[in-house]
């Protein structure tokens, strides 16, 4: 089972919308609802940020939202700050051998 | 609130084998899986296994030929992983964390840095 693609880097302005993506197979983002995405700042674990495609775990401000269209999902954060510079990973379950697979990360930068 | 305690960095030379505790409080702890991942420095997120922290059933990957064993000690709602036979390659920080909704990982443990070196 291979990770997910996404893209290695994402940038943006302060207030602008960015999107990361996240392409599967119809053997994990393409046949079940189970994504979810993770923030990452340097030397600290991740966080939880997307469960279930689209929703919010408690706390995760209503800026960051999810969504999904065949074997790509897609994480985009609204109205950006300095602090959501940092790395953003994917996660699906899949129905292979390996029944858990991440994405390869995404590096955000606030510019 | 739920907290993930792991046990403190190893430093291991190759060919040994590491067991690493992961201590789970605030939360009923036989009604949640728990996962296993880990991060090699400057790389992404690895899974390597889950476990019915209740009744001990197990899926792992197979990237790592039966050298991983997940286990769980319900008295003590602590979980364990063991990796064996290490190489140059297992040099990573291993994160105990639990399964959430939709089989999200909603907390995390601290990491645990295992060093393989000879």
């Known amino acids: 089972q291979s990770a997910l693609t996404q893209p290695a880097s994402v940038s943006g302005s302060p207030g602008q919308s960015i999107t990361i993506s996240c392409t599967g197979t119809s053997s994990d983002v393409g046949s079940f609802n189970l994504v979810s995405w993770y923030q990452q700042h340097p030397g600290k674990a991740p966080k939880l940020m997307i469960y279930g495609v689209n929703n919010r775990p408690s706390g995760v401000p209503n800026r960051f939202s999810g969504s999904k269209s065949g074997n790509t999902a897609s994480l985009t954060i609204s109205g950006l700050l300095a602090e959501d510079e940092a790395d953003y990973y994917c996660?699906?379950?899949?129905?292979?051998?390996?029944?858990?697979?991440f994405g390869t990360g995404t590096k955000v930068t606030v510019l | 609130q739920v907290q993930l305690v792991q046990s403190g960095a190893e430093v291991k030379k190759p060919g040994a084998s590491v067991k690493v505790s992961c201590k789970a409080s605030?939360?009923?702890?036989?009604?949640?899986?728990m996962h296993w991942v880990r991060q090699a420095p400057g790389q992404g997120l690895e899974w390597m296994g889950w476990i019915n922290a209740g009744d001990g059933n197990t899926r792992d990957s197979p990237k790592f030929k039966g050298r991983v064993t997940i286990t769980t000690d319900t008295s003590a709602t602590t979980i364990y992983m063991e990796l064996g036979s290490l190489t140059s390659e297992d040099t990573a920080v291993y994160y105990c964390?639990?399964?959430?909704?939709?089989?999200?990982?909603?907390?995390w443990g601290q990491g645990t840095l295992v060093t393989v070196s000879s």
């Open positions: 964390t639990r399964s959430g909704d939709s089989w999200s990982v909603d907390n």
């Open positions: 605030g939360y009923t702890f036989n009604i949640y899986g």
């Open positions: 996660s699906s379950y899949t129905s292979s051998s390996t029944p858990y697979v």
